[in-house]
């Protein structure tokens, strides 16, 4: 079965200081791979994706992630955090993309809480 | 407006009450999802369908129904509401470059 790992359940960090949350999936095959940010009191939101080309992927607010096939990792990053970064980050998994189904399997999220 | 609006926002029900979350959407996306968040255990999906006479089980759709009424409705239904089933319940719906959830509607069962 799919399954996806987050590592850092609870991240805290003072402004400008570097990110990187780590996402580790099991499925033998082609995927696509998600981060999603959910602030406080919000809905979730689609931070980057990753389909398929250049494993570096870049998306809103100066995240980046990338994809290493060979550890079945996609860790997000970003050089600097702001006060305003701080939410729950969830990374999600489609398996078998060919046909996509929108079936997303997601990580148990990463609280960033990002201190002024 | 949203794009996708969940009605209630939050609601307090008793144990045994039969409870219906609903759920619509203004982008004229075929394929809607239903899933519950709970602390620690990220997002589970619960049901979806790809239209309107094409619903499926998600990984833990027991004690849950869904009804799709409408391209532009999806109404999910706890017909007997337990505790457990406590949790905040997001509704989607697909298209590149992923989900657009709505709100959520927080879902208490006393």
């Known amino acids: 079965a799919q399954s996806v790992s987050q590592h850092n359940h609870h991240v805290i960090l003072s402004e400008a200081a570097s990110l990187e949350l780590g996402c580790n999936y099991s499925y033998g095959g082609t995927v696509n791979l998600f981060w999603y940010v959910q602030y406080p009191g919000q809905h979730l939101q689609l931070l980057l994706k990753?389909?398929?080309?250049?494993?570096l992927v870049k998306g809103i607010k100066g995240f980046e992630a990338e994809f290493i096939k060979s550890k079945f990792s996609f860790n997000l990053r970003k050089p600097s955090v702001q006060w305003s970064d701080t939410a729950e980050y969830f990374c999600?998994?489609?398996?078998?993309?060919?046909?996509?189904?929108?079936?997303?399997?997601f990580g148990q999220g990463t609280t960033l809480q990002v201190k002024p | 407006d949203a794009d996708v609006t969940q009605t209630p926002r939050n609601r307090i029900t008793k144990t045994g009450k039969r409870i219906m979350l609903e759920c619509s959407q203004t982008?004229?996306?075929?394929?809607m999802y239903w899933y519950r968040q709970d602390p620690g255990l990220g997002l589970r999906l619960i049901y979806y369908s790809f239209d309107v006479k094409d619903i499926n089980k998600g990984e833990i759709s027991d004690g849950y129904s869904v009804s799709r009424q409408a391209q532009a409705k999806f109404s999910l239904s706890l017909e007997s509401a337990i505790p457990n089933q406590t949790a905040l319940y997001f509704c989607a719906t697909w298209a590149d470059p992923g989900y657009t959830f709505g709100s959520g509607t927080r879902l208490t069962v006393v």
């Open positions: 982008k004229g996306h075929d394929r």
């Open positions: 990753y389909f398929s080309g250049d494993p």
């Open positions: 999600a998994v489609e398996g078998n993309p060919v046909y996509s189904t929108g079936k997303l399997i």
